[in-house]
C-alpha cells in the first residue's frame, strides 16, 4: 500500500534519533518558546528564533544544521516581522558580539528550562567570524546533550568547595509560584501574554480597584461639599478612605511597579497561603506603547555557596537601596547576594572572611 504525504510528513517530523535520544523538534520547540517568553520584542531573540525554525526544516529533511549568513537571517526577519531591507551591510544590522552577549548572558535559564523540560540537552549558537570583507558571520544552531554532572554521596547537591573563598558566585533557579485564591483564576500557574484575555483581567481588575477609590473620594467630596460643622462619624469616614487608599497602594505596589521593575517581590496578600516567597516578573516588549510581553508568578532561590542554606529574594534595604538581594535564610545580614534576573546569577555582596584562618 502505497504511503501518503502526510504519513511521511509524520515520520519526518516526529523523529527521536538514536543518536541524541532526544527529539529534536521538540527541542527547538522549547526554545521558541523560551526566545518567545524571554526575548520579548527584541531583534536578536526574533532572529534566533528564524534561525531555529530553519535549522528545523534542515533536520525535519535530514540535513545538517546550516549555516547562515546575516543576509539571510536580514531577508527571514523582513520576510516575518516586516519592514524594508536597510541599504547597509548585514553586519552592521546584526552586531555579531551583540547576539553572543544576549545569548551567554542567559545561558543559565536556557539550561533550567530545557532541565524543566526533561529534553538531555541544551541549544548552543556558534558564531563563525569571516574576518574580513566578503566572509560574512555564520551562525549556527545546535543541540548537544548534556552530561550528568557529579554528584556529592548523597545524591542530592554538588559537592561544595572546600575553600567557600574560592567560591562566591551563587545560581538561582526559577520555579512557578502560587497565587492567591481570588487571583488564581487570572494569574494561574503558567506564564501568559499580557494581551490575552488573562493580561487584560490582571490590568483591568488593578484599574478597577483604583477607580472604586477614586469613586470613594469622589462621594466625599460631595457629601463635604456644604458648609456644615464635621462630626466624629466625617472623621471616622474620611480615616477609614484614608487606610483603604494606603492599603490599596500599598499591597499593589508589586503590580504597579512591575513595567518599570520587570521583577518585584509578591507580598503576602498576592501570594497563596502555603508560599512564603515569590515574585512578579514581566518580559515587556518594549518597542510597543501598550503594555505586553508574559508575566509571570515565580519564585527564584539559590543555594548559599557558604554554608548551604536557601537564598531566597528579598529587597536591598537601607544597605542596598532600590536593589533585589538574595539573602540567605541561615544568615541574612552577612550572606547577602546580588540578583541578576536575566542571568540568573548573582556575586557576594560583602567580602567573605575567614573566621577558620589562623591569627597572626
Known amino acids: 500500500m502505497e504511503r ?5 510528513a509524520l515520520d519526518v517530523n516526529s523523529p527521536k534519533p538514536p543518536e541524541t535520544g532526544f527529539d529534536r523538534i521538540e527541542a527547538i520547540q522549547v526554545l521558541r518558546d523560551w526566545l518567545d517568553r524571554e526575548g520579548g520584542n527584541h531583534r536578536i531573540p526574533q532572529v534566533i528564533d528564524l534561525l531555529a525554525e530553519h535549522t528545523a526544516k534542515a533536520w525535519a529533511n535530514g540535513q545538517p544544521a546550516p549555516n547562515v549568513e546575516p543576509d539571510t537571517l536580514r531577508q527571514f526577519h523582513a ?4 519592514g524594508r531591507v536597510p541599504e547597509f551591510p548585514a553586519s552592521k544590522w546584526l552586531s555579531s558580539s551583540a547576539v553572543q552577549t544576549w545569548w551567554d548572558a542567559r545561558r543559565e535559564s536556557r539550561e533550567q528550562t530545557f532541565h524543566a ?3 538531555p540537552a541544551i541549544p548552543t549558537l556558534t558564531l563563525t567570524r569571516g574576518g574580513g570583507r566578503g566572509n560574512p558571520t555564520l551562525y549556527r544552531l545546535e543541540l548537544v546533550p548534556t552530561v550528568p554532572a557529579e554528584l556529592t554521596a548523597d545524591g542530592d547537591q554538588p559537592a561544595l568547595l572546600a575553600d567557600p573563598a ?3 558566585a551563587i545560581r538561582y533557579q526559577m ?4 497565587a492567591p485564591w481570588w487571583l488564581q483564576l487570572i494569574i494561574g500557574d503558567k506564564p501568559f501574554r499580557m494581551r490575552s484575555v488573562r493580561g487584560y483581567g490582571l490590568v483591568g481588575l488593578v484599574a478597577l480597584e483604583a477607580l472604586v477609590l477614586l469613586a470613594g473620594w469622589g462621594l466625599l467630596l460631595l457629601i463635604f461639599r456644604g458648609a456644615r460643622p464635621i462630626q ?8 477609614t478612605f484614608l487606610a483603604m487608599t494606603w492599603t490599596w497602594w500599598h499591597f499593589m505596589q508589586p503590580l504597579i511597579r512591575l513595567p518599570i521593575d520587570r521583577v518585584t517581590i509578591a507580598n503576602d496578600l498576592l501570594l497563596g497561603w502555603s508560599q512564603l516567597h515569590g515574585q512578579f516578573r514581566l518580559t515587556r516588549d518594549t518597542k510597543s506603547k501598550v503594555a505586553g ?3 509571570q508568578c515565580v519564585r527564584h532561590w539559590g543555594t548559599c555557596p557558604l554554608c548551604a542554606g536557601e537564598v531566597e529574594i ?5 544597605a542596598f537601596p532600590g536593589r533585589l538581594v538574595g539573602r540567605c535564610g541561615d544568615s541574612p545580614l552577612e550572606h547577602v547576594f546580588s540578583f541578576d534576573p536575566v542571568g540568573r546569577s548573582g556575586f557576594a555582596l560583602y567580602p567573605y572572611v575567614n573566621t577558620n584562618a589562623s591569627q597572626l
Open 175 to 178: 520555579e512557578s509560584a502560587k
Open 117 to 119: 523540560a526533561g529534553i
Open 166 to 168: 574560592q567560591s562566591m
Open 232 to 239: 466624629i462619624n466625617d472623621v471616622a469616614l474620611i480615616l
Open 293 to 295: 510581553g508574559w508575566f
Open 79 to 82: 520576510d516575518v516581522h516586516g
Open 314 to 318: 528579598a529587597a536591598g534595604g537601607q
Open 4 to 8: 501518503t504525504a502526510w504519513e511521511d
